[in-house]
């Protein structure tokens, strides 16, 4: 199987490991990740909010290079998802202001996450399944905007998304039920407005681990930064300790499928998973 691949800004920096982990999955599935060529920021951190005809094109130019690949285009990035979505409907709906462009929506924008769920990848997963997942508890995290608005995502279930908790009991994980899994976890205010950051990620962290959970797994990189590298000043803030594992689907995805890369990618994190992979026999 072929598929585009747009990894965005973050998967090149801050969020490394979520794209080596998407590349390691993707070859031992035999899915072949073609990233597109010359691919351009999308926007998502400010130009929707200050050009509106800019807050389109950058997108869209990624949109037509894709159509040209003529190949189906997976996104990992929650926020570049979102804004390919806005860009691909405007021009299909022909919404205004108008935009000429030679994009006709013919290649389907998918997440990550959707792709991986889909029913003829699911069972090519199953049937690699290495290392089950026993021991593991877990709360999924949707975020803001793979889900929503609908009309924009064409999600099926914008409030109660279901594909990341499927594909982890699918991996052998325990997922379980919580009211948050598409709350907000302040997302881009992560520099700007710290305290809102502290007191929306740090209520998120104290709901997991009152479901009973003993780590959260997103699919954002946005969400993953936030949960995972505020936990000290989260910690300051509730008058105890906060330390809680806070994965990307790919990366225990990776471990079921038996890769040998998954250490390096928790290296990186800051709220050390190994201790809970160890005490269950993963690492």
Not at 15 to 39: F, G, H, K, P, R
Not at 206 to 219: D, F, K, L, R
Not at 231 to 250: C, D, M, R, W
Request: a negative charge; proline letters at 5%.
């Amino acid at each position: 199987m072929k598929v585009s691949y747009y990894p965005g800004c973050s998967l090149h920096s801050t969020a490394l490991e979520y794209d080596e982990s998407t590349q390691e999955v993707c070859q031992i599935l035999d899915i072949d990740l073609n990233e597109l060529n010359d691919w351009n920021c999308c926007g998502a951190s400010s130009a929707h909010s200050t050009d509106e005809i800019l807050a389109i094109e950058l997108p869209l130019r990624n949109l037509v290079t894709a159509e040209e690949a003529g190949m189906d285009l997976v996104v990992p990035c929650a926020a570049c998802f979102q804004r390919l979505k806005v860009a691909e409907k405007h021009i299909i709906e022909e919404k205004e202001p108008a935009i000429e462009t030679s994009y006709q929506g013919k290649v389907p924008v998918k997440h990550l996450l959707d792709f991986f769920s889909e029913e003829e990848n699911l069972k090519v997963i199953k049937e690699k399944v290495k290392k089950p997942l026993s021991g593991l508890k877990a709360v999924c995290y949707y975020g803001c905007l793979i889900v929503r608005p609908p009309e924009i995502t064409d999600a099926i279930d914008h409030e109660n998304p279901q594909a990341m908790d499927e594909l982890l009991t699918l991996l052998g994980a325990e997922t379980y039920p919580w009211s948050y899994k598409t709350d907000c976890c302040g997302g881009g205010l992560l520099l700007s407005r710290t305290d809102i950051i502290i007191q929306l990620s740090g209520k998120l962290l104290q709901m997991a681990e009152e479901s009973g959970a003993n780590c959260i797994v997103t699919a954002c990189p946005v969400c993953q930064v936030n949960l995972d590298t505020r936990q000290a000043e989260i910690s300051k803030n509730l008058g105890k300790e906060v330390h809680f594992p806070v994965f990307y689907f790919t990366e225990l995805l990776g471990l079921a499928l038996g890769s040998e890369e998954v250490g390096q990618w928790l290296e990186r994190h800051i709220a050390d998973p190994s201790d809970l992979l160890k005490s269950k026999n993963l690492l």
